[in-house]
């Protein structure tokens, strides 16, 4: 069983930068892509970066450039690192795990409960 768990998050100033983390605590975590969402007030969660069991990256293209999503699977952590930030990446950010990674989050099997990230300007 995949049993995410978010940290990282906080507030920063504009053009700082955070290091999100996602853990599993089931053990199981390096046979799953992982992916990482986030949600705004009043707007649709959407998509931002996910990598494959193997290491292969995709991004949004509001954060190309800006975030790198990285793992660790002997230590069962994958790392969201995001430079540059911007006020509108203000967002709750969640990590979730899929047997194929996708931009879609219907596609994902297990969620974390998410990280607040406030980007002030």
């Known amino acids: 069983q995949v049993q995410l768990v978010e940290s990282g998050g906080g507030l920063v100033q504009a053009g700082g930068s955070l290091r999100l983390s996602c853990a599993d605590s089931?053990?199981?975590?390096?046979?799953?892509?992982v992916g990482w969402f986030r949600q705004a007030p009043g707007k649709e969660r959407e998509f931002v970066a996910a990598?494959?069991?193997?290491?292969?990256?995709n991004y949004a293209d509001s954060v190309k450039g800006r975030f790198t999503i990285s793992r660790d699977n002997a230590k069962n952590m994958v790392y969201l690192q995001m430079n540059s930030l911007k006020p509108e990446d203000t967002a709750v950010y969640s990590c979730?795990?899929?047997?194929?990674?996708?931009?879609?989050?219907?596609?994902?099997?297990?969620w974390g409960e998410g990280t607040q990230v406030t980007v002030s300007s």
């Open positions: 990598i494959t069991n193997g290491g292969r990256t």
């Open positions: 089931g053990r199981t975590f390096s046979i799953y892509g």
């Open positions: 979730a795990a899929a047997a194929v990674i996708t931009a879609q989050a219907s596609t994902y099997n297990y």
